[in-house]
């Protein structure tokens, strides 16, 4: 497995250039289904891999359960078998690209719960082939990348950087938001080193309309916490001033309004 003379940086890039590079997507949530009916949209060859037959089942039949994509547009990327769905993680051998979009949730201890993203490496380190791409997008803390799924990749022998690429690109969905779709939302990629940058870049610029490129794994992760913590610190004030509002007769949608107005 450490020498695959087909899987060279300029053949890989080639690949990726003319759509025919194979995407892999893992965790068919509300990030992962988005993103690869967007690789199938851009006419990649895609397989979406989930742990539950339930959904795979569904969406083999174009059903939809994220509430913002149509069942037809499931239907029409399996129908034209530039979508296939599948529970069985073996095929991960043929993909030329791996995008792990799998929760990450916190313990009772509200501690980062990393077990979906360590199962998924070690099922990818168990298929990992020279030369493929490995991205991250679920949320994690700086440093979680590169000090705990880059080992478990390499447990199979393969050196990121050397034998194999590596990045992470925080999703930025916004579920909800009818001004902004997963090809339209800036998407910042970071790299384990300059190569495995310029890969990451090189594959998401084909579905993406504009990259924002960061000068490390940790500055990628530092910044989708912050993201999220700017978020949740201004939905907890708001949510603190309407119960005050309300109690004074005011309305807080008003105020928030007026303010705003302000540029």
Sequence with gaps: RSCRPDMSQD?????????????????LGYVGLPLALTFASKGFPVTGFDID????????????????????????????????????????????AIIICVPTPLTHDREPDLIFVEKTARVIASFLQAGQLVVLESTTYPGC????VKPILEEGGLISAKDFYLAYSPEREDPGNLNF???????IVGGHTENCLTMGLALYRQVIDELIPVSSL????MTKLLENIHRAVNIGLVNELKMVADKMKIDIFEVIETAATKP
Excluded: W
Aim: hydrophobic share 30%; charged share 30%.
């Design 145 to 148: 990348c590169k000090e705990r």
């Design 53 to 96: 037959p339930t959904k795979i089942e569904q969406l083999r039949n174009g059903q939809s359960y994220v509430n913002h994509i149509a069942d037809d547009v499931i239907q029409n990327h399996v129908s034209k078998g530039k979508l296939k769905l599948t529970y069985d993680f073996s095929s991960l051998a043929d993909m030329t």
């Design 11 to 27: 053949t890989i890039l080639r690949t990726i250039n003319d759509k025919t590079a194979n995407i892999g997507v893992i965790g």
């Design 218 to 221: 940790k500055v990628a992760e």
């Design 181 to 187: 779709e997963t090809r339209t939302i800036p998407k």
